[in-house]
């Protein structure tokens, strides 16, 4: 008997372990709709994820290859932590007040079964819009400093869905995304957006890109098995790292409808808490700027007879902005250093000296009393290292002269010719530039940046940033200009990285530079981006002198950059979208409506106005025969009452849309 107690019991015991190493870990969304599975399958770890039972990824590798050995192998489970968190936070500024940060937690420990038994964690994070993971590397004695060569983050998807996308190497991510089958795919950027012929929409993203490289995507041997591809150093290596040290979030969102991917804040969730203490000091608002100016070539950024950036000329600016209750004036070409060919010798800027004809001290002193702001302007030619050495006296100076917002740029391929603006290198160079600006009480507004994941959440002073095709292409670009569908798309798109500064608003679309470019809009849709493009700093495009006497221009000047609350009626990526946000400071609700070079008729139900309340809708349409071709700037402007029972009808013009203002009574 006592024989056969203690086989029983070693049975038990085996039966136990066997049992632990096979169970499969798994975590769900608060409703239970998503689902994470993990498991270990021949020493290697992978995930899989499904909703409301239909697969959304299949099984998915994980792991690391590093430059003296693979991290992806001979894996066993060592621990699983399970967790909830809920909670609500509020924005400095953004598409809603406040945001709901709400998951399920499922934490993987691991350790290699034979050899330096290295110690790796993954962490998931179960939202009811979707998914974010990343590795852990916590401290240990055989993995302390490493490189990183590849990382092997698959994501398997269920199908070969529709995928819109750009390549990875797009210079600046200045590039119209296009659509494809995902197996066709180059090596793409993300965010990469999908939709699945079971309806749903896909976009796979990171967030809180710290100290890492970007990721980007490439489907396997033309299957859609979608594997990262990290930019990579001009080495060669994608990621100095330390131990212990975590990875960027992989995020991927699961939305039912389009409009449901741009009201998603999975990735502002997945950053961490502001830093700023005291956020008083930043302020949304729009500006404009002595800038499409020099694309028309009616003036120069370098000094000369043609010099842009005078006092007499900024003056004249602030006056109109002013008048019209603009936050500020964008002066490109102050400093010392457009002389030179910058392109190539970026180290010749000067932030600190002005042109001989543009005196800093009056201006700001004239603008503060007109109660706007200089909008700085730092132009580094892409050369990091010469900016670096002069930031804190560059913003110094700036804050000396009541300068609190600047828009830095980076016009060259290569940082300091020759690393990637995606690299490791490049987001070390961004966020020191943020945070040296945080100190000094600076708002950021980055051009040619590596592509967003949330870092406002933290550093609210990262108010916006360029990183797509923006309205500058509709000056200079040799294909004619942004085709109609382009604003469409990137809501969806660049959009679901963060703000964009795109810069609506140009009113006269004829060009003496080239004159086969323009403006492929009507101006009614000119007037609806400033709603369907989303950003806190948002700059009017057009020269000031374009702008006289347009009854339409007063929708620009009252729509504000700040939202309560943001809602998304009705959308087709590529087709059309209608988004109505909510002003952070009054009742009233501002409308963009927009189309691709179809005509389109909508119908838009206020429903989310308050039950019971009284408005006034102004409407800024399409006129008569709009057409962005032949008749673009053909505007009709009516009013009328409107509750929330009240059905609009709108109908846009080819490339044209529909800008409303709704004033609570």
Sequence with gaps: MKQLLKLLFLALICFTACSSDNKQPLVSSPDGSIRVHVGIEEGKLYYSVDKNDKVILNKSLLGFVLKDSELNKNFKITNIEESSFSDTWTQSWGEETTVDNKYNQLKVDMEESAGLKRKLSVVFRVFDDGVGFRYEFPEQENLKDFIIMDELTEFALADNHKAWSIPYDTEYYEGLYKAAPANELDTVCTPLTMETKDGLYLTIHEANLTDYAAMNLMPENNTSVLKTYLSPWSTGEKVFMKAPGVTPWRTIIIANKPGDLILSRLMLNL???????????????????????????????????????????????????????????????????????????????????????????????????????????????????????????????????????????????????????????????????????????????????????????????????????????????????????????????????????????????????????????????????????????????????????????????????????????????????????????????????????????????????????????????????????????????????????????????????????????
Aim: hydrophobic share 35%; net charge negative.
């Design 271 to 665: 950053n961490e808490p502001c830093e700023i203490e005291d956020t008083s000091w930043i302020k949304p608002g729009r500006y404009i700027g002595i800038w499409w100016g020099m694309h028309m070539e009616k003036y120069t950024w370098y000094q000369g007879p043609k010099h842009g950036a005078t006092t007499e000329n900024t003056i004249r600016y602030i006056d109109f902005a002013a008048k019209h209750g603009f936050s500020g004036v964008l002066v490109e070409g102050w400093n010392d250093g457009w002389q030179n060919d910058w392109t190539k010798e970026g180290d010749k800027f000067s932030f600190t000296k002005a042109y001989s004809d543009f005196d800093l001290e009056k201006i700001t002193k004239y603008a503060a009393m007109k109660n706007v702001r200089l909008v700085g302007h730092h132009e580094t030619g892409g050369s990091t290292v010469n900016y670096e050495n002069q930031l804190d006296s560059a913003f110094s100076l700036y804050q000396r002269y009541g300068v609190n917002a600047v828009k830095t740029g980076y016009v060259s391929p290569l940082l300091d010719g020759k690393e990637m603006h995606s690299s490791q290198y490049a987001v070390r160079h961004y966020r020191k530039v943020i945070e040296t600006a945080a100190k000094y009480h600076i708002m950021i507004d980055n051009h040619e940046p590596v592509m967003p994941t949330g870092l406002q959440r933290t550093w609210p002073n990262l108010m916006t940033q360029e990183g797509l095709r923006g309205q500058e292409y509709d000056a200079w670009s040799q294909d004619g200009g942004n085709p109609p569908e382009h604003t469409t798309i990137i809501p969806f798109t660049r959009g679901l990285a963060g703000p964009m500064d795109f810069t609506p608003g140009t009113f006269n679309f004829s060009n003496p530079v080239f004159p086969n470019t323009r403006v492929q809009t009507t101006i009614a849709k000119q007037l609806a981006l400033s709603v369907v493009i989303y950003s806190p700093l948002q700059m009017a495009s057009d020269m000031i002198e374009n702008y006289e006497n347009r009854p339409e221009f007063e929708f620009i000047t009252s729509c504000p950059a700040n939202w309560a609350k943001t809602v998304v009626p009705d959308a087709k990526i590529g087709e059309y979208v209608t988004i109505a946000r909510k002003d952070r400071d009054s009742e009233n609700w501002f409308i963009g409506s927009i189309t691709n070079a179809e005509k389109r008729n909508l119908s838009l139900p206020l429903t989310f106005l308050d039950n019971g309340a009284k408005y006034k809708a102004k409407i800024f349409k399409d006129g008569k025969d709009a057409d962005y071709k032949t008749n673009p700037y053909r505007v009709e402007i009516e009013e009328l009452d409107v509750t929330s029972d009240t059905v609009l009808k709108l109908e846009l013009a080819t490339s044209g849309g529909t800008a409303i203002m709704i004033l609570k009574q």
